[in-house]
């Protein structure tokens, strides 16, 4: 079988490759991206030599490519992973997360229609859902909780799922689509929370926390959700969304204060600096369909994963030292410089 992976020189996408890889060896991975700031081919360095890996650099909106890869490829299936991802970014200019996301979505699309992929699988994200309110622990995103985001980015991603939901219904294209929540682990750019924390108390900077680090978000090992994804696109379940999480709610604040204590540095390291703009108050996952249906569950415990998290960014300092110089520093004091 040949499995199409968008984004897999990223967070999750590479994630994905290696688990991928790891558990179905007869299958072929062809993994695009291109390689944006949040692309690493570094990182899919074990793969390069794998038979069954190929790589090839492309614009999942550059139709004639996108076309000339299928024909050429024929991918049974196709997991998008290909995005803009980071909330922050998109406040500060939406529109590349309105070709990516959605515009390279449909790309994606019409080529599956084309070239008759069996499935194409859509990763999305629990952001699309919007807010709970923190002072309602008895609420959680379902499937049917309706769409309501808050973000340019949430918005792209919602646009992207009725996207999908609209291929399905009006061209057959087999689709799902996978709504997680917040994910760590090996990898990460270090743009976001957990790393972005990591890598400066290691470096004994100052840690930002938005507003009073009150936030709520519902973290899940990386892992767990590749297992997840792998699930639903080897299953013959079509049509459906599944919202993938762990039941592990966190503030802010505490995950800081948690990766100050594993690394032995003083909490005074945190600086309270200004909210994001529309900042999401709390996000919490129902994830019973997806056990109800396919037996998936978490199998990381975050005290558990955190640990492994933090010794990775301790042991490869290789990986992300090359990222926080350079493009990231101008990106860094742009965000933090006068954040206060
Ligand atoms: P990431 O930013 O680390 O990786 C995105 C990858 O997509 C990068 O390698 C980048 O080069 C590539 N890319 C961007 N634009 C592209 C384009 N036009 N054509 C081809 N490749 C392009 O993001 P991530 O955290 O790995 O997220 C992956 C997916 O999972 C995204 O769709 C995101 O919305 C979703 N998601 C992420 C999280 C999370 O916690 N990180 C949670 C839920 C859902
Ligand atoms: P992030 O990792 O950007 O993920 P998302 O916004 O998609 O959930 O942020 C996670 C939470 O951490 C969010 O509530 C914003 C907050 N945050 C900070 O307090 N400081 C930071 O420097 C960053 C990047 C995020």
Known sequence: MNILVTGGAGFIGSNFCFYENEKHKDNRIICIDKLTYAGNLSTLKP??????????KADICDR????EIFEKERPDIVVNFAAESHVDRSIEDPSVFLSTNITGTSVLMDASCKYGVKRFHQISTDEVYGDLPPDRPDLFFTEETPLHTSSPYSSSKAGADLLVMAYARTYDLPVSISRCSNNYGPYH?????????????????????????EN???????????KAVDMIIHSN???????V?????????????????????PESLITFVKDRKGHDLRY??????????????????????????????????????P??????MDYYEKMYGNRR
Request: with cysteine.
């Open 216 to 226: 709520i978000r519902d973290w899940l090992y990386v892992e767990d959700h590749c």
């Open 323 to 328: 990222i926080i110089s350079g493009e990231y």
């Open 47 to 56: 793969l390069m030599d794998e038979p069954g890996f190929k790589f090839i």
């Open 189 to 213: 750019f270090p743009e976001k929370l957990i790393p972005l924390m990591i890598i400066n108390a290691m470096n004994d900077k100052p840690l930002p926390v938005y507003g009073k680090g």
């Open 245 to 265: 999480g762990g039941h592990n709610e966190m503030k802010n604040i505490d995950i800081v204060k948690l990766i100050c204590k594993e690394l032995d540095k």
């Open 284 to 321: 919490a996952i129902d994830p019973s369909k997806i056990q109800k249906d396919l037996g998936w569950k978490p199998e990381t415990r975050f005290e558990e994963g955190i640990k492994k998290t933090i010794k990775w960014y301790k042991e490869n300092k290789s990986w992300w030292e």
């Open 64 to 67: 004639d490519t996108i076309n």
């Open 237 to 243: 379940i079509y049509g459906e969304v599944y919202n």
